[in-house]
């Protein structure tokens, strides 16, 4: 019997090899927060634009459009295990003068996704090629300030810490000296024990864990919130050893160096040691917690903003940028019929009814804005396809003038 069940579990760790590990990461911050640099370095690779501006609020436009857009990537680690990271960037984050839309774009993001994962258990005949999108961890950076949390942060982590695993990450680290660096996170961790910001701080049962276990739980838990220096350069430091570094006068630092940021720490949380925790986090407490709610009509989790999420309990999906959009309107309306028919009494028909009505209304500014989007782009095509012409027509002049220069001579 021992040798079958040995068996089993070597042909399952083979299927999981041969087919990988699918894992979702969310990074918001501010324009400037060093949010696409830290992507590719997690990556080890270019994976973002570094060289993607997003414009500033003006006297005549005070709201910036927020983005989301998704990258995928194949990484694999020491032991051939494939992941394949699928990366949602948030151009655009912070750049309004009102930002509190942006947590609604996000949080509706997260909620459209456990909706789609809600529809597809309900349904008689399951999909067996449905995948699953929700977001398993959520890296927010917060700018190297030197202080504690801006209002604005507490107020983003307030929102989406019940949605989604919320790390919180200091960006540029290098900008800061040792002893400001240490005073930033201690400032850090004060605000969110104050304000009760419930991120994800590697949360464990004491009596079904290993000392191993727990020590290294401990340990990262001391490194809240990761410190993190992202490059976009390697460097030959002239032996022949290749480093993802950033230069400066006085010489090259590291970005690996442990020493000086907590990046490897961080990296192989995500990808290696929690990679799994994140994942049965998420589908174990976040989304069941969103789904009892969901199915009984309660109020989603109390904030300082908790009447108007109230009525924007279940989120439809947001723009996300990787070549199309979509929101597919008729299965949202059927998770939301499907969970209007589930909550019971009258009262709580009407308040789904006004749900319906209000998720009909966001549903139509979100195609409004991703047809402007498409607008926009089909615009920025059309100028590109200009240029080339205009390039094209420029060598076809410069050939004809050399080849007559050189009949002539």
Request: charged share 30%; net charge negative.
């Amino acid at each position: 019997m021992a040798s079958i069940i040995e068996a089993s579990a070597a042909l399952r760790k083979r299927k999981n090899l041969k087919r990988g590990i699918n894992f979702t990461l969310m990074v918001v911050g501010e324009s400037g927060s060093g949010r696409s640099t830290f992507v590719n370095t997690l990556c080890g690779q270019q994976v973002v634009d570094v060289s993607t501006t997003v414009m500033l609020p003006t006297d005549a436009s005070t709201q910036i459009e927020l983005q989301l857009r998704e990258e995928t990537v194949e990484l694999e680690d020491d032991e051939g295990v494939k992941i394949q990271l699928n990366i949602i960037d948030t151009p655009g984050f912070g750049g309004s003068l009102d930002n509190s839309q942006n947590f609604n774009v996000i949080s509706d993001y997260i909620k459209h996704q456990y909706d789609e994962i809600l529809l597809e258990e309900s349904r008689v005949r399951r999909n067996p090629r449905f995948k699953d999108g929700r977001v398993h961890c959520c890296l927010y950076l917060v700018n190297p300030t030197g202080h504690g949390l801006k209002e604005m942060d507490v107020e983003f982590m307030r929102t989406l810490a019940p949605l989604v695993n919320v790390i919180p990450i200091i960006s540029k680290a290098d900008s800061l000296t040792p002893a400001e660096l240490k005073l930033n996170k201690k400032l850090i961790m004060e605000d969110i024990d104050y304000y009760h910001l419930p991120i994800y701080n590697f949360p464990f049962e004491e009596t079904d864990i290993s000392d191993e276990d727990y020590e290294n739980n401990m340990h990262l838990r001391s490194l809240m919130p990761f410190s993190v220096v992202g490059s976009n350069e390697v460097y030959d430091l002239g032996d022949g050893t290749l480093i993802r570094g950033r230069q400066y006068p006085w010489g090259t630092l590291d970005v690996e160096d442990s020493t000086i940021s907590d990046f490897v720490h961080l990296r192989n949380t995500l990808l290696i040691s929690h990679l799994h925790d994140l994942k049965d986090y998420t589908h174990e407490i976040l989304y069941e917690r969103y789904r009892t709610e969901a199915l009984s009509g309660e109020p989603s989790a109390p904030s300082s903003r908790g009447a108007h999420l109230a009525a924007h309990e279940n989120g439809t999906a947001s723009p996300v940028a990787s070549g199309k959009s979509s929101f597919h309107a008729a299965d949202h309306e059927s998770a939301t019929s499907s969970l209007k028919q589930s909550a019971g009494g009258q009262d709580t028909y009407l308040a789904r009814e006004e749900q319906i009505r209000l998720e009909e209304e966001r549903l139509k500014a979100f195609e409004e804005r991703v047809q402007q989007e498409l607008l926009l782009k089909r615009q920025e095509l059309l100028q590109r396809e200009q240029e080339l012409r205009d390039i094209e027509e420029r060598i076809e002049r410069e050939a004809k003038q050399r080849a007559e220069s050189e009949s002539l001579q």
